[in-house]
């Protein structure tokens, strides 16, 4: 790919797709949370109805699972309404998430501007690149990324050159679509 190559684009950020990363980040880091505490719960009841010297009168292991089982259900419920609880608050205190910003992202880097702010990130500073089925996330730490939505790209061919950007400056540490 020659030196010239630029992908360029202005959007304006929606809060669902904000919320949307948001939900995948979330997922990809604490999915096995969830997965113990389903696991776990139903684990215990099984122990302490069958492993403990004293039977209690009339509570089945079915009973104790019909129990605890909405009760982990309205965690998991309960993790992902506070999820867009936050989200929806930060979305809407933060100017810079909201305002219409123009990337360029070269062979030097992602160059970003709006009204608020600006900044250049070279390839160097991306801990990871990760391509979702509806945006691009630019990874700058384990926890904090910038989010490329696909729909500000005008062609299928904007978002190959960008896989092709990508691929070519970030190296191992990049999980893309069609690559």
């Not at 292991?61 to 992902?80: C, Q, R, S, T």
């Amino acid at each position: 790919m020659e030196n010239s190559a630029r992908v360029e684009a202005e959007y304006q950020l929606q809060f669902s797709e904000f919320y949307r990363a948001l939900r995948w980040y979330a997922w990809r880091k604490y999915w096995w949370h969830y997965c113990i505490l389903c696991g776990s719960v139903p684990a215990g009841a099984f122990a302490t109805h069958h492993f403990t010297k004293t039977e209690l009168p009339g509570i089945s292991f079915a009973l104790i699972l019909v129990a605890v089982i909405p009760i982990v259900l309205l965690l998991g419920v309960y993790m992902y309404w506070e999820l867009y609880r936050k989200a929806k608050r930060q979305f809407r205190t933060s100017g810079t998430l909201s305002e219409v910003r123009r990337t360029v992202i070269s062979h030097e880097g992602l160059e970003s501007s709006s009204a608020r702010s600006s900044g250049k990130l070279a390839w160097a500073v991306f801990y990871e690149v990760i391509e979702t089925p509806e945006s691009f996330l630019f990874f700058t730490s384990n926890t904090v990324f910038i989010l490329l939505p696909k729909r500000i790209f005008s062609s299928e061919e904007q978002i190959h050159s960008l896989r092709a950007l990508v691929a070519q400056n970030v190296g191992s540490k990049v999980r893309l679509r069609g690559m």
